[in-house]
C-alpha cells in the first residue's frame, strides 16, 4: 500500500494564474504538461548513458554538500522522479515537487510501491511552481534543482528562480545547467553558424555568467562538477546560502579547484594519447634491431667485396654479428688505423652527425672522402672512406 502523501490535482492543466516572469519561462513549464508528455519523458532518459552520469554527479555534489542523514530535501522538479530513490538512499524525507501533475503521478509511480518503493509516509509529492513555490522560509534543509534552468534563456528568470530556492532552503542547493566550456556545445554553435542545425532558443551560459546570478539570488558556490569536463556541457554548481566570503578571486579559484584539475588530468592523457605512440615508434626503429639490417643494407650497397671493412662508433649500436664489421670510437680514428687497414683493404667508416662536425677539426678527414649520407632510424649517420688509390 501507497503510504506516502500526494497534494496534486486531477488535470492535467497548470493553473492559469500562476505567474510566471517571461514567456520563455511559461514555454518551459508547458513543455511536460499532460499524462502523454511525461510519459514519454519517463520513459526517454532512465537507463541511459546520460541518466547513469546524472545520477553520479549528483551523488557526488550530495556527498560534497555534506547534507545529514534525515534532512528534509526538496526535488524541484523532480519530473519523473528519477532522483528520489538516491535521495532515500541518503536517509533524507524528501518532497517532490513540480508544475507538471502528470510528471508527479509518473514519479510516483516509479517511486510507490509499483515501482523503486523506496517512499515513506513522510515523504509527499506537490505542484509548485519553481517561481512561485508557495513553501514556508526555510522550510527545507537542501534543495536538489536538476535539469529546469536550461530552458530559461534570460539571466533574469534564472536569477529569480535562484531567489525562490534561497527563500525556501536553509541549507545547501544542488543546482544543473548547460556550460558553454565544452566540446559539444562548440560542435553545436559551429553547426549552426553554417546553418546546418537550428539556432538553440535557449544556449548554454558561461559559468561566470552563472556565477554573478548565484551571488545576486544570495548563494555562495562551493564547488563546480562537469558530467564529463568540457566534453559535455551538463555542469552542476553546489552552492550554499550566504553571500560569497574572503577574496572573490580565491573563492572562484577554489570553486573552480575540480575543474581545473580534470582538465589538467584531460591534458595530461592527451598529451600522453600523442606522446606514447611517438615514443613506441621511435623505440622500435631505433631498435638494434632494425638499426642493424638498415646497416647491411648499406654494406651490401658500398663495401666492394669481402675484403672491405666497415668501422662503426658505440653510437650507431652493437652490431658484432654483422661480417666484416669492427667496432670503434671517434678517439681512435687517426693515421695509425687508417694507415694498417689501407696495407689489406678499404676501410669504411660510419659516423653520426655530431661525430662527423668532430672529425672535420681533424687532419685525418684529409684521407677520408664522403660515400653517402644515410638515416638509420631516427638518426642521420655519414659513410666515409679513405681515398681509392688503386
Same mark, same amino acid.
Given at each position: 500500500?501507497?503510504?506516502?502523501?500526494?497534494? *496534486?490535482?486531477?488535470?492535467?492543466?497548470? !493553473?492559469?494564474?500562476?505567474?510566471?516572469?517571461?514567456? @520563455?519561462?511559461?514555454?518551459?513549464?508547458?513543455?511536460?504538461?499532460?499524462?502523454?508528455?511525461?510519459?514519454?519523458?519517463?520513459?526517454?532518459?532512465?537507463?541511459?548513458?546520460?541518466?547513469?552520469?546524472?545520477?553520479?554527479?549528483?551523488?557526488?555534489?550530495?556527498?560534497?554538500?555534506?547534507?545529514? @542523514?534525515?534532512?528534509?530535501?526538496?526535488?524541484?522538479?523532480?519530473?519523473?522522479?528519477?532522483?528520489?530513490?538516491?535521495?532515500?538512499?541518503?536517509?533524507?524525507?524528501?518532497?517532490?515537487?513540480?508544475?507538471?501533475?502528470?510528471?508527479?503521478?509518473?514519479?510516483?509511480?516509479?517511486?510507490?510501491?509499483?515501482?523503486?518503493?523506496?517512499?515513506?509516509?513522510?515523504?509527499?509529492?506537490?505542484?509548485?511552481?519553481? /517561481?512561485?513555490?508557495?513553501?514556508?522560509? !526555510?522550510?527545507?534543509?537542501?534543495?536538489?534543482?536538476? =535539469?529546469?534552468?536550461? *530552458?530559461?534563456?534570460?539571466?533574469?528568470?534564472?536569477?529569480?528562480?535562484?531567489?525562490?530556492?534561497?527563500?525556501?532552503?536553509?541549507?545547501?542547493?544542488?543546482?544543473?545547467?548547460?556550460?558553454?566550456?565544452?566540446?559539444?556545445?562548440?560542435?553545436?554553435?559551429?553547426?549552426?553558424?553554417?546553418?546546418?542545425?537550428?539556432? =538553440?532558443?535557449?544556449?548554454?551560459?558561461?559559468?561566470?555568467?552563472?556565477?554573478?546570478?548565484?551571488?545576486?539570488?544570495?548563494?555562495?558556490?562551493?564547488?563546480?562538477?562537469?558530467?564529463?569536463?568540457? /566534453?559535455?556541457? =551538463?555542469? *552542476?554548481?553546489?552552492?550554499?546560502?550566504?553571500?560569497?566570503?574572503?577574496?572573490?578571486?580565491?573563492?572562484?579559484?577554489?570553486?573552480?579547484?575540480?575543474?581545473?584539475?580534470?582538465?589538467?588530468?584531460?591534458?595530461?592523457?592527451?598529451?600522453?594519447?600523442?606522446?606514447?605512440?611517438?615514443?613506441?615508434?621511435? /623505440?622500435?626503429?631505433?631498435?638494434?634491431? !632494425?638499426?642493424? =639490417?638498415?646497416?647491411?643494407?648499406?654494406?651490401? &650497397?658500398?663495401?666492394?667485396?669481402? $675484403?672491405?671493412?666497415?668501422?662503426?662508433?658505440?653510437?650507431?649500436?652493437?652490431?658484432?654479428?654483422?661480417? !666484416?664489421?669492427?667496432?670503434?670510437?671517434?678517439?681512435?680514428? $687517426?693515421?695509425?688505423?687508417?694507415?694498417?687497414?689501407?696495407?689489406?683493404?678499404?676501410?669504411?667508416?660510419?659516423?653520426?652527425?655530431?661525430?662527423? &662536425?668532430?672529425?672535420?677539426?681533424?687532419?685525418?678527414?684529409?684521407?677520408?672522402?664522403?660515400?653517402? &649520407?644515410?638515416?638509420?632510424?631516427?638518426?642521420?649517420?655519414?659513410?666515409?672512406?679513405?681515398?681509392?688509390?688503386?
Amino acid at each position: 500500500m501507497d503510504h506516502h502523501q500526494t497534494d *496534486y490535482p486531477d488535470s492535467d492543466k497548470i !493553473n492559469l494564474e500562476q505567474q510566471f516572469p517571461s514567456e @520563455a519561462a511559461e514555454k518551459a513549464a508547458q513543455q511536460y504538461q499532460g499524462t502523454f508528455k511525461a510519459k514519454a519523458y519517463a520513459l526517454r532518459v532512465p537507463g541511459t548513458g546520460t541518466d547513469r552520469r546524472e545520477k553520479r554527479c549528483i551523488v557526488k555534489a550530495l556527498k560534497l554538500a555534506g547534507i545529514p @542523514a534525515g534532512s528534509s530535501v526538496l526535488d524541484c522538479p523532480c519530473g519523473p522522479g528519477r532522483l528520489i530513490p538516491i535521495l532515500k538512499k541518503f536517509g533524507f524525507i524528501v518532497t517532490g515537487a513540480d508544475i507538471s501533475p502528470g510528471m508527479l503521478e509518473q514519479a510516483r509511480q516509479h517511486t510507490g510501491p509499483e515501482g523503486e518503493n523506496c517512499l515513506d509516509e513522510k515523504d509527499k509529492f506537490c505542484v509548485a511552481n519553481l /517561481f512561485h513555490t508557495g513553501f514556508e522560509d !526555510n522550510q527545507f534543509d537542501a534543495v536538489i534543482c536538476h =535539469r529546469i534552468l536550461q *530552458y530559461f534563456s534570460l539571466s533574469r528568470d534564472r536569477f529569480l528562480a535562484l531567489k525562490e530556492l534561497r527563500r525556501i532552503s536553509s541549507g545547501p542547493l544542488i543546482v544543473s545547467f548547460l556550460c558553454n566550456w565544452s566540446v559539444d556545445a562548440l560542435w553545436r554553435n559551429t553547426l549552426s553558424a553554417l546553418g546546418l542545425v537550428r539556432k =538553440r532558443s535557449c544556449p548554454p551560459i558561461s559559468p561566470v555568467t552563472f556565477a554573478k546570478e548565484i551571488h545576486l539570488a544570495g548563494f555562495n558556490i562551493k564547488c563546480w562538477l562537469a558530467m564529463r569536463p568540457f /566534453f559535455s556541457r =551538463r555542469w *552542476y554548481a553546489v552552492l550554499e546560502p550566504g553571500p560569497i566570503t574572503g577574496n572573490r578571486l580565491l573563492s572562484s579559484i577554489s570553486a573552480y579547484r575540480r575543474i581545473i584539475l580534470a582538465a589538467g588530468k584531460i591534458a595530461a592523457i592527451c598529451v600522453l594519447a600523442v606522446m606514447l605512440p611517438l615514443f613506441i615508434y621511435g /623505440f622500435i626503429v631505433n631498435s638494434d634491431l !632494425n638499426r642493424s =639490417r638498415q646497416i647491411k643494407n648499406l654494406v651490401m &650497397q658500398h663495401l666492394d667485396d669481402g $675484403d672491405d671493412v666497415l668501422y662503426i662508433t658505440d653510437s650507431s649500436g652493437n652490431f658484432k654479428l654483422i661480417n !666484416n664489421i669492427k667496432l670503434t670510437n671517434i678517439a681512435q680514428i $687517426d693515421d695509425d688505423i687508417i694507415s694498417t687497414e689501407k696495407n689489406a683493404m678499404d676501410p669504411f667508416f660510419l659516423l653520426s652527425k655530431r661525430e662527423m &662536425q668532430i672529425i672535420r677539426s681533424s687532419p685525418v678527414i684529409a684521407k677520408l672522402e664522403f660515400v653517402t &649520407q644515410a638515416k638509420l632510424g631516427t638518426k642521420e649517420f655519414y659513410l666515409l672512406r679513405t681515398h681509392d688509390t688503386d
